[in-house]
């Protein structure tokens, strides 16, 4: 799992949530990247458009994020 990275963050009065600063170098994140948000049971994903674009499934995105989510568990305590 080293490849997952995990921060908390905030929503601000004006809805806004910031991706910290590794996240976005990881990821490659440039100021205007658009993003398919998905709201599923307790989690918000965000889902770069140029990945949906190439016709990746909202289902395997679900999947993927179910994974993480499943990993992190015991992690919880850190946050």
Known sequence: MSDVLVETTKLSEKGQVVIPKDFRKKMGLKP????LVIA???A???QKMEIVKKKIKVEEILDIAKNVTQELSPQESRL
């Open 44 to 46: 918000i994903i965000l």
């Open 40 to 42: 599923a049971e307790e």
């Open 32 to 35: 205007g990247n658009q993003f």
